[in-house]
């Protein structure tokens, strides 16, 4: 049973934009917390942006200003809109709750941005 499913990332130039969605299950969406992870290559996977159910925000220092995450209730999908695109943002990107539950982490999406 797949629960979340990340879509969108590509390969972009630096000082590109992608958008990043993840479908989630009703049963998972609705009262949590969503947040998107990225893992790049031999580095731990880190939490990138968080969005609580009522729609407050937080990001890493290193995106703030550049990335939005936002939620569609109706939907039951989350989004990251990435600006300003930089090389060391290149990762996999993931979204799963906010605190993260290890049997919901999907495939990720491949986000890889060059100079």
């Known amino acids: 049973q797949v629960l979340l499913v990340e879509s969108g990332g590509g390969l972009v130039q630096a000082g590109g934009s992608l958008r990043l969605s993840c479908a989630a299950s009703?049963?998972?969406?609705?009262?949590?917390?969503m947040a998107w992870y990225r893992q790049a290559p031999g580095k731990q996977r880190e939490l990138v942006a968080t969005?609580?159910?009522?729609?407050?925000?937080d990001y890493v220092d290193s995106v703030k200003g550049r990335f939005t995450i936002s939620r569609d209730n109706a939907k039951n999908t989350v989004y990251l809109q990435m600006n300003s695109l930089k090389p060391e943002d290149t990762a996999v990107y993931y979204c799963?709750?906010?605190?993260?539950?290890?049997?919901?982490w999907g495939q990720g999406t491949q986000v890889t941005v060059s100079s």
């Open positions: 969005i609580t159910s009522g729609g407050s925000t």
């Open positions: 009703e049963t998972i969406f609705r009262f949590n917390a």
């Open positions: 799963n709750l906010r605190p993260a539950v290890s049997r919901f």
